[in-house]
C-alpha cells in the first residue's frame, strides 16, 4: 500500500510504502486510541452526572432537616399552649366546682417534646421521633377540647338554670306590707291564708321578673286585677298581681330583671302594691325566699 502525504502548495510530496502487516497495526492503533478516548470521556461525564445528583440529593436532604427543626420550634410552641390550656381548664374546673374534670396540670398526659438530637450527637432532628411527638400533641389537644366542650355545656347548662330560677327583686324600691302564710285579710277581716308576698311601693313604680321565662299570663284575672304569670321551667311559675298597668303580652319572652309592668291597686287591693307568688310544681312555697329587698 502507498501513502502520498502532500507537504506545502508547491505540492511536494512525501510518499509512504506500506505492507498489509504495516496498515493492520496502524488501523488497529487509531481504533485503540478512539476507543480509549471513549472511555475517558464517558467516564468523565459519568462521574460529573453522579457528583450532581449527589450533591442534589444532598441538598434535599438539608433542606428537609431545616423544616423538620422549624416544625420541632413550632411543635414546642404548640405543646406550651396545650400546658396553658391546661392551667386554664384546671382553673375554671375548681372554679365551676367539677371534680370530675381532670386537666394536664394535675394529670398530666403522655406527652412531651422530640428529641432534638439523635445518639450519636450529629445535632439532627428524628424524624420517627417527630412523628411521635406530633401524634401526642394531636391527642392531647383533641382531649383538650373535648373536656372545654363538656364544661361549656355545663356551665351553659349552669348559667340558663340559674337564670330560669327565681332569685331578686320584683319591685326595688319597695317595702314588705304583707308576708306569706295565715294572716287577717285587709278587706273580710278573717283569718286567711296568704298565697304570696306583698311589697308595697309607690304609684308608677317598675315591676320587674325576678328570672328568665315565657309570659303564660297579660291581663286582667279576678281578684289578682292585672295579672302578669310567668314559667321558667323546671316547675317554676311566678305571679306579678294588681298592677297599674301590663307591658308584656302571653307568648313574650322576658329575662332576669326586665321590666313587665308598673305597679298599681287593681283587683281586691287596698293601695299601691305588687302581690308576688312563687309557684313550684303546682304548690305555693314562700317568695320570701327567693328575694330579697337590696
Known amino acids: 500500500m502507498k501513502i502520498i ?17 504495516t496498515c493492520t497495526v496502524v488501523l488497529g492503533l487509531f481504533a485503540a486510541l478512539a476507543v480509549a478516548v471513549s472511555d475517558v470521556g464517558r467516564t468523565y461525564l459519568d462521574k460529573h452526572v453522579v457528583e450532581g445528583e449527589l450533591q442534589a440529593l444532598e441538598d434535599v436532604k438539608t433542606d428537609t432537616e431545616t423544616a423538620i427543626n422549624a416544625m420541632v420550634g413550632r411543635l414546642s410552641l404548640l405543646q406550651g399552649h396545650v400546658m396553658r390550656l391546661d392551667a386554664l381548664g384546671t ?46 400533641l394531636d391527642q392531647a389537644l383533641q382531649d383538650r377540647e373535648d373536656k372545654l366542650s363538656a364544661m361549656e355545656a355545663m356551665l351553659m347548662g349552669r348559667s340558663l338554670q340559674d337564670q330560669a330560677r327565681p332569685l331578686g327583686n320584683p319591685a326595688k324600691g319597695g317595702w314588705f306590707s304583707s308576708l306569706f302564710g295565715y294572716r287577717t285579710d285587709p278587706i273580710s277581716g278573717k283569718r286567711e291564708f296568704h298565697l304570696g308576698l306583698d311589697l308595697a311601693g309607690r304609684s308608677g313604680m317598675p315591676v320587674t321578673s325576678v328570672a328568665s321565662g315565657i309570659v303564660t299570663w297579660s291581663g286582667p284575672n279576678q281578684g289578682y286585677g292585672n295579672l302578669i304569670e310567668i314559667s321558667h321551667g323546671n316547675g317554676y311559675v311566678t305571679r306579678y298581681a294588681h298592677n297599674k298597668e301590663n307591658l308584656v303580652n302571653a307568648g313574650e319572652k322576658v329575662e332576669r330583671g326586665e ?26 312555697i314562700n317568695p320570701r325566699n327567693y328575694i330579697s329587698l337590696q
Open 259 to 284: 321590666m313587665i309592668a308598673i305597679m298599681g291597686s287593681t283587683g281586691r287591693s287596698t293601695g299601691t302594691h305588687v302581690h308576688f307568688e312563687v309557684v313550684r310544681n303546682g304548690r305555693h
Open 5 to 21: 502525504i502532500f507537504l506545502n502548495e508547491r505540492k511536494k510530496a512525501l510518499r509512504l510504502s506500506l505492507n498489509v502487516w
Open 91 to 136: 382553673r375554671l374546673a375548681r372554679m365551676a366546682q367539677l371534680d370530675d374534670m381532670e386537666f394536664g396540670i394535675d394529670n398530666p398526659p403522655g406527652i412531651g417534646g422530640p428529641q432534638t438530637m439523635l445518639n450519636d450527637g450529629s445535632g439532627r432532628v428524628s424524624d420517627m421521633e417527630f412523628l411521635i411527638s406530633l401524634n401526642q
